[in-house]
């Protein structure tokens, strides 16, 4: 395997140039639109349908679904978590399995602003089966579509799917992306093949699958439609998957595929050449600004590293540059891609002194995140007992609730820390307020099974 590799080197060349495309006829679909009522109409029309038929599957599974923590299957949790924090990506997403009739999938979304990762039952049961390694790449290849924040993209890029062949090219090009970011953080690249092979054949035949084998047999595969599939699908066929991870992470290795698909890079679909033609001096002038480097590195960067001073000194624990940078009047509630301030990730980190130290220079205990999130609440996600006694002393509003109508209170149970609950629970958080699913704090705690907490917010 590679080594080092930069996170940049991982991102399929295709991805970015694909985005790029599908980005100018959205933005050019989007132009037409607002010259047509009825455009116009179907557009907030289906937007909405499919925005409500999303929620309703996503409130589905919350409250169907088993939730991954400490407590309820811990050990594959703590590997989303090593994984989540060697990828960079601040936080622990959520991660949900459903039961699936024997499909195997998983995919990453979102829900009012929240990353998820849905895990199909079929597939997370690989850990009954040794497979756990299989079953980290999966985990690893849903957490780096949310590093890349395709979601997000996907979004920007909405009115492009009306063209055929377009998004499923970029979304194809995303998934190996997500194949590279997999094998390399999960360290392991023939359980990354091996898993592909699952998806292929299932979870009981693929240790008897010839890979080679499974490998030549696509390039028997000719015809018109066979192409025309290829084309119009989100995702490569697995075959090809499972050859551009070996192409990348091994050095001697020789692609079976790699002569004819340059035959297919001559193809392009006749609906798509006169919208090539129309935009093609706009693509070289994008290009010629690099608006790749502008939506990656400014508007969607999930590096924290790429934000303010003030942020990069509390993440390093750096105190001593803290102090500096606010003796120097930096502005202290200003925020990063995220919406977090620096009090935010002093409190995500429980680091009580760099906390104080803003709090000391009229930082603001309530500044909220994009999903109207505080430092109170993320010092009690967190289980950090110490700053949220330090918060509420600065008087962080207790019963504050976020986008999701969760209070500070709701936080600490999720995060099981008795300490910190108490605290909440003593200081006057309301112990009966309801959240978008209708559910008290007590009632989280019961749903998490945690005996100390229920009885603390039933006395």
Same mark, same amino acid.
């Given at each position: ?12 060349? !295709? ?7 599908? *980005? ?15 455009? *116009? ?14 929620? @309703? ?6 409250? =169907?679904?088993? +939730? ?36 195997? =999938? ?12 849905? @895990? ?120 090809? +998957? ?21 035959? +297919?890079? =001559? ?5 798509? *050449? ?21 939506? !990656?590195?400014?508007? @969607? ?102 986008? =999701? ?16 609950? +108490? ?37």
């Amino acid at each position: 395997m590679h080594d080092p590799i930069s996170t940049k080197d991982l991102v399929h060349k !295709d991805e970015r140039k694909y985005f790029i495309i599908a *980005l100018l006829v959205s933005i050019i679909m989007f132009v037409v639109l607002l010259f047509s009522i009825i455009g *116009l109409f179907y557009l907030a029309f289906f937007g909405m349908l499919s925005f409500v038929l999303h929620v @309703l599957m996503m409130g589905n599974i919350r409250m =169907n679904g088993v +939730r991954l923590h400490q407590e309820q299957f811990p050990q594959v949790y703590d590997k989303v978590k090593e994984l989540s924090e060697k990828m960079g990506i601040g936080y622990i997403p959520e991660v949900y399995v459903v039961e699936s009739g024997g499909i195997l =999938n998983a995919f990453a979304t979102k829900f009012f602003g929240k990353n998820m990762v849905v @895990l199909y039952s079929s597939m997370f049961e690989l850990i009954e089966q040794g497979a756990e390694d299989e079953l980290a790449f999966v985990i690893a290849h849903e957490l780096a579509h949310i590093k890349r924040r395709h979601i997000a993209k996907q979004l920007l890029i909405l009115p492009a799917m009306w063209v055929p062949g377009i998004t499923q090219a970029y979304s194809r090009a995303c998934e190996y992306t997500c194949d590279r970011y997999a094998a390399y953080y999960t360290q392991n690249v023939e359980a990354a093949k091996n898993c592909l092979t699952i998806l292929g054949v299932g979870k009981k035949l693929y240790k008897y699958v010839d890979q080679n084998q499974y490998l030549n047999q696509i390039q028997n595969e000719k015809g018109f439609f066979i192409c025309l599939y290829e084309k119009l699908a989100t995702h490569p066929p697995i075959p090809k +998957r499972i050859d551009q991870i070996d192409l990348y992470f091994n050095e001697t290795y020789e692609s079976v595929l790699s002569q004819k698909s340059k035959k +297919r890079l =001559n193809w392009i679909p006749v609906s798509l *050449l006169v919208l090539a033609l129309v935009i093609g001096g706009s693509v070289y002038a994008i290009k010629s600004i690099d608006i790749e480097s502008f939506f !990656d590195d400014t508007m @969607l960067s999930t590096n924290p590293a790429d934000t303010t001073p003030l942020i990069n000194a509390v993440i390093k624990a750096d105190i001593d540059e803290v102090n500096k940078l606010i003796s120097e009047g930096v502005k202290l509630d200003q925020k990063d891609f995220y919406g977090w301030t620096a009090l935010h990730w002093a409190a995500i980190d429980g680091n009580y002194e760099i906390s104080k130290a803003i709090l000391d220079a009229a930082g603001n205990p309530d500044a909220t995140d994009d999903f109207k999130e505080t430092p109170l609440m993320k010092a009690a996600g967190n289980g950090h007992s110490e700053t949220v006694v330090l918060l509420l002393e600065y008087g962080a509003e207790i019963n504050y609730a976020d986008f =999701n109508l969760w209070t500070p209170l709701m936080y600490g149970v999720q995060s099981e820390d008795f300490e910190t609950v +108490r605290i909440l629970f003593n200081a006057g958080a309301d112990p009966d307020h309801k959240d978008y699913s209708n559910l008290t704090a007590l009632m989280h705690a019961v749903k998490l099974g945690n005996d100390e907490i229920i009885n603390l917010l039933r006395n």
